[in-house]
């Protein structure tokens, strides 16, 4: 599990960051979120609002976002929550950055599963391509980050890049994906072999009647 630990409170951030507040799109989707939760329960919304908060940082920075405190401290005031509540939910989340991150956040996944499937070689790929654990490369593109499962492990080993997943990967297939990233192509995400979500490889191998319709089985049992 990544090291996790809030960027330095320094008088530097506090004036790069003091200021925050919602471009127009973003208080809009905010004000459509909090009609969600019943009055009185705002901070039921403290995740979707970390979340926009820190998806307007990617986007004011050219990177993928992060959480200043500064920023987290706006949207506890947004949903009226001690700042200390809001920071906790932050810290908690792998999804929610708490230093600066590259335009590409990798995140590969550490867990049994996909261990034991080869995510030691999806991270040679990463260190081929000059990444480091916990590290932004020097072009600022990519950081990488091990975290803990990511919940495809039937995939394994996969990773998640900014917002996709890329699965069924190999040292090769990784590589691959990370060039196409650095040269502003963008890889196709999901299964990255002949597999539909996580079906079999090649298709179906039982029950193969209900891919074409919903064929009831039962009398033959
Ligand atoms: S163990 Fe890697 S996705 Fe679950």
Sequence with gaps: M?????APD???????????TWDAPRAKAAADILTRYPAGRQMSAS????D????QVGEMTGTHGWLPIPVIEFVARELGMPPVKAMEVASFYTMFNLVPVGRFHVQVCGTTPCMLRG???VLAACFKRGLKKGKTTADGLFTLTEVECLGACANAPMVQINDDN??????ERMAAILDALAEGRTPRPGPQVDRTTSCPTGGPTTLKKMAERNYDYRGQW
Excluded: C, K, M, V
């Design 119 to 121: 995510s030691d070689d």
């Design 10 to 20: 320094t008088p530097q951030l506090r004036a790069e960051w003091s200021n925050f």
């Design 166 to 171: 890329y699965e069924d990967l190999t040292e």
């Design 2 to 6: 990544a090291e996790r630990a809030f």
């Design 47 to 50: 995740i979707p609002f970390l």
């Design 52 to 55: 926009l908060a820190q998806r």
